[in-house]
């Protein structure tokens, strides 16, 4: 078992200060706009891509064995 809690506040990693909130002490963190590739992310997205019609199916298949659907009545008036 990993205990994470304690890691944002590591005084190693962030600063003696760790208890008093600072947001700006992510300002001077350099981010790369695209770090990974762009063939690579392609394929991470079409891999994301898949994924998610994969979920859409099994929650469709989901719905319909879980509940009875019908069409309404036309009959029917307000």
Known sequence: MI???PSPRDPCVWD???QEF???RMLNVRVEKFPVPRRVA???IRHG???AWQEAQVTL???IQ???FSMRDL???L
């Open 16 to 18: 003696e200060d760790v």
């Open 49 to 51: 891509q898949f994924f």
């Open 75 to 77: 009959a029917y008036g």
């Open 66 to 68: 879980r509940f009875t």
């Open 61 to 63: 298949v989901y719905l």
């Open 22 to 24: 600072r947001p700006d």
């Open 3 to 5: 205990i994470l809690i």
């Open 42 to 44: 392609v394929i991470l």
